[in-house]
């Protein structure tokens, strides 16, 4: 079953945009974490926030977590071709594998 | 490279066959857990191991088992396969607690003609 359910479920904005992708999820957490995934790749770990972390960086990406809305937000500035992927919300309840979201595809075009 | 190995990367077999899909996991990370990628569900976690041992168990099918070998590689068996088991099957390890995430290999392509 999925916890986290992103949004939108596809994105599609031109090169030097910024996007913004959304997750919820149901359940109290732990920690909330990013992935992206390449076109039939593996994902790969983007950012943790931790449940009483409010805001997160790291390079052009600025993740936020609102616990009493179980929602979180990416933020992906001055987006590059590069970054077109899925991106994937992943929510860690303790002690149980995490969970994933269905993910929102982001196609930045050049 | 993640770390993470997983073979075969690409596999095509019958309906009604068994295959076995191998995981090596970073070095150091003790728990390895399988997934499933599939179009219309998403990534389902199917199961987990811990130095050896089962931690957790997920949407996984009686058809499927797994298991993790002393030296921590762990194999997933899928038999009696349906056309419905097609999908990326991906495995991902991670040290003790998950605070610097998980660490995915790069699937195997499961196709069932």
């Known amino acids: 079953s999925q916890q986290g359910e992103e949004d939108p479920q596809a994105l599609s904005i031109q090169e030097g945009e910024n996007a913004t992708m959304n997750c919820s999820y149901k359940?109290?957490?732990?920690?909330l974490q990013w992935y992206r995934q390449n076109s039939g790749r593996g994902l790969v770990h983007l950012i943790l926030?931790?449940?009483?972390?409010r805001e997160k960086h790291s390079g052009r990406l600025r993740v936020t977590l609102d616990t009493s809305k179980k929602s979180s937000s990416l933020l992906i500035t001055a987006s590059r071709a590069a970054d077109t992927a899925s991106y994937f919300c992943?929510?860690?309840?303790?002690?149980?594998?995490?969970?994933f979201g269905k993910g929102t595809r982001l196609s930045v075009i050049a | 490279d993640s770390g993470v190995t997983q073979t075969p990367k690409h596999l095509i077999t019958a309906t009604g066959q068994r295959v076995t899909l191998r995981c090596s996991p970073r070095?150091?990370?003790?728990?390895v857990y399988w997934y499933q990628q599939s179009l219309d569900q998403g990534l389902q976690f199917l199961i987990q191991?811990?130095?050896?041992?089962?931690?957790a168990k997920g949407n996984i099918l009686e058809r499927f088992s797994a298991q993790q070998f002393p030296d921590l590689h762990s194999e997933l068996n899928l038999s009696s396969l349906e056309l419905g088991d097609s999908a990326l099957y991906f495995c991902?390890?991670?040290?003790?607690?998950?605070?610097?995430?998980?660490?995915f290999g790069s699937g195997t392509r499961l196709t069932v003609v």
């Open positions: 991902a390890s991670s040290p003790v607690g998950v605070w610097n995430g998980y660490t």
């Open positions: 359940t109290s957490i732990n920690n």
């Open positions: 926030i931790r449940s009483n972390e």
């Open positions: 992943a929510t860690d309840e303790g002690n149980t594998p995490l969970v």
């Open positions: 070095s150091g990370d003790l728990s």
């Open positions: 191991y811990y130095n050896g041992e089962e931690r």
